[in-house]
């Protein structure tokens, strides 16, 4: 069964330090989205992409973060200079035209700023 | 943000029973709502969907009901099993876009 794949599983970094965190959505599907789990707190939407241009975004998806499909594979998310409350696990999802409602989730980057 | 709230933190169910996890919500503009299982160190595996024009979704041993007045969905799972053990979260899409609002989860336990 297809699935959404992130790399790394986990990544530590330091403040102020630029991660890309990567994802291989599911193959025809046409809408991407990051979301991010604070330990403790609940999952909380950051961003969806679709036909190349960012679609939605919430009030945590300022400047500092990014989003680029770079070829027909790949959907990365780029923090520029991180922070310690950046820590958090980030889930990368996909759905289909038709039914946009339903997503898929890859499992996960553990990232911890240090 | 408390639009999507799930009320018990955890549940305890005995193999073979029914487990009824609970989902209320504020916002008048969720046209569809979403269940997800969880296990650790994984992502949120989707389950079940149900169109707001809708009560009622069956899919196996999984059924969602929702009550529109009420502003209250609700996951069964007959018979529960010892791998139904995770965590489940409900979900929800507003019809402005594809965003979608979780709920902070419940973490069934289902006992053999």
């Known amino acids: 069964e297809p699935e959404v794949t992130q790399t790394p599983s986990h990544q530590v970094t330091q403040m102020g330090q630029e991660v890309i965190l990567r994802c291989v959505p599911i193959s025809n599907h046409l809408y991407f989205y990051w979301y991010r789990q604070i330990l403790g707190q609940k999952v909380e939407f950051l961003v969806s992409f679709y036909n190349n241009e960012i679609s939605e975004k919430s009030e945590i998806f300022d400047d500092q973060f990014s989003v680029e499909r770079p070829d027909g594979s790949n959907f990365t998310l780029k923090i520029r200079s991180t922070k310690l409350e950046d820590s958090a696990m980030y889930f990368c999802?996909?759905?289909?035209?038709?039914?946009?409602?339903?997503?898929?989730f890859g499992p996960g980057t553990r990232l911890t700023v240090t | 943000d408390q639009q999507v709230k799930q009320n018990s933190p955890s549940l305890s169910v005995q193999e073979g029973r029914i487990s009824i996890l609970n989902c209320d919500y504020t916002n008048s503009m969720f046209d569809y709502f979403l269940w997800y299982k969880k296990y650790p160190a994984e992502g949120p595996t989707f389950l079940i969907s149900i169109s707001s024009i809708k009560d009622k979704n069956e899919d196996g041993r999984f059924t969602v009901f929702l009550n529109k007045s009420a502003k209250h969905l609700s996951l069964h799972i007959v018979p529960s099993q010892p791998g139904d053990s995770a965590v489940y979260f409900c979900?929800?899409?507003?019809?402005?876009?594809?965003?979608?609002?979780f709920g902070g989860g419940t973490r069934l336990m289902v006992k053999p």
């Open positions: 979900a929800a899409r507003n019809n402005a876009g594809n965003m979608l609002t």
């Open positions: 999802a996909s759905s289909e035209g038709d039914r946009a409602y339903e997503q898929y």
